[in-house]
């Protein structure tokens, strides 16, 4: 394993065990809301420092991009670790046990290194650009469906862009014509990495973060997936709308997806 792919895998881990053991003692669990629908708790933070105490006892002078914390450039600024301590950060709070830790390492603005990782199934999800996917140090590959017919698709629904809802009600209500069923369990880091070991066929949504795809994003593509905006370009760290799949679902997907969205929402 790669020196650097280490380090992440050691820091997912210590926050895992900062969840875990939080996950043991809900009460002492301190909710505060950042925006409407977006909540953070102390478990977030705490778990967020111990990976970056973790990285930064080997990598000092490398930035972090962490979804509490923000953005600090560092003295190596090719350099950048793309953190979310805690994805599913609803789930945890109320004790649903759907949640993981997401690190990424991006050198020159390029992810090269992710790791996903569900401290309570103890699933470890690892990819290095260019080496494949692993999850526990198996390789994995994304689903060989060959059309949406039969597929599980899973999404998350835009609460921070509720104005989108009506056109995004009307993509799931299109895909459920040829899918089996849909799923939104609501962690988007999660929904990545079942992409990427073939548990769903398909993933989408829209108005996410960079925190919340970069490791995913590597991972599937590792896994012999495919990761494209709303309009099947390659626009979404910036746009933040997501569709992951392999190439025939991602196909099928991305038609019914543009007859259903505004222009305005294909990117």
Not at 7 to 15: D, E, G, Q
Not at 55 to 79: C, F, Q, T
Request: proline letters at 3%; charged letters at 20%; glycine letters at 10%.
């Amino acid at each position: 394993m790669h020196a650097m792919l280490n380090i992440a895998v050691r820091a997912a881990r210590a926050a895992g065990r900062v969840i875990s053991k939080a996950s043991e003692n809900p009460q002492h669990i301190e909710v505060t809301t950042k925006s409407l629908n977006d909540f953070v708790t102390n478990v977030d933070k705490a778990a967020e420092d111990a990976i970056i105490s973790t990285i930064h006892k080997s990598y000092p002078r490398h930035g972090i991009l962490a979804e509490e914390s923000g953005a600090k450039v560092g003295d190596d600024a090719d350099y950048q670790w793309i953190i979310d301590p805690l994805d599913g950060t609803t789930n945890f709070m109320r004790g649903i046990p759907h949640f993981c830790v997401s690190i990424a390492l991006a050198v020159k603005g390029v992810v090269q290194h992710a790791v996903v990782y569900d401290p309570m199934r103890d699933e470890l999800f690892t990819a290095s650009r260019g080496g494949g996917a692993q999850l526990n140090g198996y390789r994995i590959r994304v689903s060989n469906a060959k059309s949406l017919e039969g597929t599980l698709i899973a999404t998350g629904f835009p609460f921070r862009m509720k104005h989108i809802l009506p056109d995004y009600l009307k993509v799931v209500s299109s895909l459920c014509e040829e899918a089996a069923d849909i799923r939104r369990a609501g962690s988007a880091a999660l929904d990545l990495v079942y992409v990427a070991c073939g548990r769903l066929d398909g993933y989408f949504e829209a108005g996410l973060h960079q925190w919340d795809t970069a490791a995913g994003d590597l991972i599937v593509r590792e896994a012999g997936g495919m990761v494209t905006d709303f309009g099947g370009g390659t626009n979404q760290a910036k746009s933040g709308n997501i569709v992951a799949g392999n190439q025939k679902v991602i196909q099928g997907m991305l038609n019914r997806m543009r007859k259903e969205l505004p222009k305005s929402l294909q990117n």
